[in-house]
C-alpha cells in the first residue's frame, strides 16, 4: 500500500497517538479523516493540515453513530484504505482499594466499551467498506492497524480494566486476519510502551524521567511519530499479516 495514494481513518485521531498517524499520512501525500469526539480539537487540526484532512465527529461507543461516521468518512474521499484504532481511555482503581471498596464496575465497564467493543464496531463497519475497494495488485483492499498496549501483556496495579480491554485486541489480531483474509484486508496491532501523550502532559520531569529510565533503550519516553513510523512500515511491507508488535524501548512493566 502506498502512503502517498491511500486514505486512511484514524480513530483518536486529534490528538497523541492517532495524531501522529494523521500528520505522517499528510505529510506523506496521502489522506486522513479524524474520528474523533466533537471537544477534541480534531476540527482545528483538519483545518490546519488542509484539504487531505477531513474531521467526523464520533463517539465509538454509540453505535449508531459509529455506523453514520463510518459511512460519512467513507464519502469524504471516495474510499478508505487503512483503518488506525487510537482512541481508548485508561480507567485505574484496585479491586478491592486501601478503603476496602470494590472496583466501580461502571469504571470496568467502559474501558470495556471505549477499548474493545468500540474499537471493534467502528472496524467491523470500516472493513465492509474496504471490502469493496479495488484491489491491487497482490489482492490488497485494505490495512487495519488496532493500538493496543504493553499492559495487554503485563498489566500492573490498578490496570484490570484496561488490560483486559487492550489484552482483548492483543488476542483477536489473529481471528480477525483469518477472518478478512478473503477480502484482501490485512490486520497488524501495536502496542505501545510509555508514550509522551496528553496523558502525561501534567506529569512533573522528575517523573517523566523516571519512566523513562525504565526503558532499556532509549532511555527516552516513546512518540507519536515513532509510532506513525510503524504504521508506515506496516502499510509498504504487505507480508505483515496477523501480527502483534510491541514499540516500546525494550521495557518489561513490574507490577507497580
Known amino acids: 500500500m502506498h502512503v502517498g495514494t491511500a486514505t486512511?481513518?484514524?480513530t483518536g485521531g486529534a490528538s497523541g497517538l492517532g495524531a501522529g498517524v494523521v500528520r505522517m499520512l499528510i505529510s506523506e501525500g496521502g489522506q486522513a479523516i479524524i474520528l474523533d469526539r466533537v471537544a477534541s480539537g480534531g476540527a482545528e487540526l483538519a483545518e490546519e493540515l488542509g484539504p487531505r484532512c477531513r474531521?467526523?465527529?464520533?463517539?465509538?461507543?454509540?453505535?449508531?453513530?459509529v455506523e453514520h461516521a463510518v459511512e460519512t468518512a467513507a464519502e469524504q474521499f471516495g474510499r478508505i484504505d487503512l483503518l488506525v484504532s487510537s482512541a481508548g481511555v485508561s480507567p485505574a482503581?484496585?479491586?478491592?482499594?486501601r478503603e476496602k471498596n470494590p472496583f466501580p464496575l461502571d469504571v470496568y465497564r467502559h474501558g470495556i466499551d471505549v477499548n474493545l467493543v468500540g474499537l471493534?464496531?467502528?472496524l467491523r463497519h470500516t472493513a465492509k467498506v474496504m471490502s469493496s475497494n479495488d484491489p491491487s495488485d497482490d489482492g490488497e483492499r485494505g490495512l487495519i492497524i488496532n493500538i493496543a498496549s504493553i499492559a495487554g501483556l503485563e498489566g500492573q496495579v490498578g490496570q484490570a480494566s484496561y488490560a483486559a480491554s487492550k489484552g482483548g485486541v492483543i488476542a483477536m489480531t489473529l481471528p480477525l486476519a483469518r477472518d478478512l483474509a478473503s477480502w484482501g484486508i490485512r490486520v497488524m496491532c501495536i502496542c505501545p510502551g510509555v508514550m509522551d501523550t496528553p496523558m502525561l502532559a501534567g506529569a512533573s520531569d522528575?517523573?517523566?524521567q523516571a519512566l523513562a529510565d525504565i526503558n532499556v533503550f532509549p532511555k527516552r519516553l516513546g512518540t507519536p511519530e515513532d509510532v506513525a513510523a510503524l504504521v508506515r512500515t506496516f502499510m509498504e511491507t504487505s507480508y505483515l499479516n496477523g501480527e502483534v508488535v510491541r514499540v516500546d524501548a525494550g521495557v518489561r512493566l513490574q507490577p507497580r
Open 120 to 122: 471493534f464496531d467502528v
Open 206 to 208: 522528575e517523573l517523566r
Open 55 to 65: 474531521f467526523v465527529e464520533c463517539d465509538v461507543t454509540d453505535t449508531v453513530g
Open 93 to 97: 482503581a484496585r479491586v478491592v482499594d
Open 8 to 10: 486512511g481513518l484514524v
